[in-house]
């Protein structure tokens, strides 16, 4: 079997999503951890810091080059497995069967990893790209060098309801999303040990709940003046 | 439970042919007995149609005990109906109540084109199977049954597995019509044994090849197909395929 057919096969196209999936999850423990140091409440100095560390470092900018292969294949390829699928039954049914046997988000994976490809495009703009390309304002702490005020960036950016919202429903798009694919990633890659699949349904539920709450509390935290 | 009988009102979808664009068509039937199989209620219906001259509702059915895989109904947005681990044949009558409207649809994927009524073309299936369902075995005298020990919790699984009888009601529930619980439960039948091991890399590989090749969709995980099967067929045959496919797929030589 040539690795084409592998990876076009609809197998392997699942295998593809799985382990993106399962690197992409790995990207959320790195970024809700760094983030986190926002509340801190020493004025953003460990958050700027951590920031910097992340985007100074030759090797995570290395990582990111991964990072970003990663997003780009799992969002084509979803949604081209999204579309192919949806032409597989040309005439539906009279009486949809609806949630009888199947959660509605494991059914709306492309409807919400759109929310959430919509959000990654606004988050972006608002922060990737200032960090990395356009000028923003520096802070100075005592080791004496630069570093970007990401923090104040995060205040001013989230003291506009909108992006509060936003990031919000982001977020509980995300958790779904997760909710699904956490444990449906492990499936794709063929785990069918009932001890480690009671294992991960239960670790996905927790990492689903915990990863998007902390994340949407950022801006929430910031919005409402919680850390200074 | 008590004897009863109902007055209902069928909505069924009527098709010439493979071309005909087809439509519901509503009938109403009186005195159905609450013991009768949701088959005998169409054989009832049958007859009235032909001693009125006209054309019988199609339908597919062959054992009418539940282990042959022919009967295959969308009844009231499921397939084979309200009860679970049940086939259309073995639907009962009780399931229902006097004054009901029940819609019957045909199993709806493009891989399984409607030939008339309630019949599908699923031989889509029957090419999955020839792809690589089998073990090969040279002829002669018949080896003895217990020659080759098979340990039993396997043979439990494999047997499990073994119990798809190829109804479609899977592809039918899946909102991507894909066939993956059937193509797993076949796999994983013969993966799990001694016996399917020479043929073990090639056959999933082939198999998927021509599921593929039928236009079904792919597995997204949904669990539909689980919740519908009249056999149970767990998803867990699902991940064992994506396991083999995988093993065989990475480690091949060319």
């Known amino acids: 079997m040539k690795w084409s057919e592998f990876f076009t096969s609809s197998v392997g196209k699942k295998f593809v999503m799985g382990l993106t999936g399962i690197f992409l999850i790995l990207f959320l423990v790195v970024h809700v951890g760094i983030n986190a140091c926002m509340w801190a409440m020493d004025g953003g100095e460990m958050f700027n810091k951590a920031a910097h560390f992340m985007g100074a470092t030759v090797v995570i900018r290395i990582l990111e080059v991964g990072l970003f292969v990663g997003f780009f294949i799992h969002i084509i390829q979803g949604l081209v497995l999204t579309f192919q699928n949806r032409k597989k039954r040309s005439i539906g049914y009279q009486v949809p069967m609806g949630n009888a046997g199947s959660k509605w988000y494991s059914r709306s994976m492309g409807l919400l990893g759109t929310i959430v490809l919509i959000f990654l495009i606004i988050h972006w703009k608002q922060f990737w790209i200032p960090s990395r390309f356009t000028d923003m304002s520096e802070a100075t702490y005592e080791s004496g060098v630069p570093v970007h005020d990401l923090f104040g960036l995060m205040k001013d950016t989230f003291s506009q309801l909108w992006v509060v919202i936003l990031y919000v429903v982001a977020c509980i798009s995300l958790a779904y999303h997760l909710l699904h694919g956490f444990q449906s990633a492990w499936r794709s890659l063929g785990l069918s040990n009932n001890r480690y699949l009671h294992l991960i349904n239960a670790v996905g539920v927790g990492f689903s709940i915990i990863v998007p709450l902390a994340f949407a509390m950022m801006p929430i935290s910031m919005y409402f003046d919680w850390v200074q | ?254």
């Not at chain 2, 009962?92 to 019957?104: E, L, P, S, W, Y």
């Open chain 2, 1 to 254: 439970m008590e004897h009863y009988t109902m007055n209902l009102t069928l909505k069924v979808w009527r098709q010439k042919n493979k071309k005909d664009r087809g439509g519901f068509e509503t009938y109403s039937v009186s005195d159905i007995s609450s013991e009768m199989s949701f088959l005998e209620m169409f054989d009832v219906l049958n007859e009235r149609l032909v001693t009125e001259g006209k054309d019988p509702i199609s339908f597919d059915h062959d054992c009418r005990e539940g282990i042959c895989g022919m009967c295959s109904m969308y009844i009231n947005g499921r397939p084979h109906g309200p009860w679970e681990g049940t086939t259309t044949c073995q639907l009962h009558m009780r399931a229902f109540k006097d004054g009901d409207t029940i819609v019957v649809e045909p199993w709806r994927a493009n891989a399984f084109p409607v030939i008339k009524d309630l019949v599908v073309d699923r031989s889509a299936f029957d090419r999955i199977i020839q792809a690589g369902g089998y073990i090969s075995v040279n002829t002669g005298n018949a080896v003895d049954a217990n020659s080759i020990p098979v340990e039993k919790d396997k043979a439990d699984t494999a047997f499990a597995s073994a119990a798809c009888i190829g109804c479609g009601a899977c592809v039918a529930a899946c909102k991507n019509a894909s066939a993956l619980l059937f193509v797993s439960a076949k796999v994983s039948h013969l993966a799990l044994l001694p016996q399917g091991g020479p043929e073990r890399k090639t056959r999933v590989t082939a198999m998927v090849a021509q599921m593929d090749k039928e236009g079904f969709g792919s597995c997204t995980a949904t669990g539909a197909c689980e919740a519908v099967c009249p056999k149970e067929i767990s998803i867990s045959n699902i991940a064992r395929l994506n396991a083999e496919y995988g093993v065989s797929g990475l480690s091949s030589d060319k």
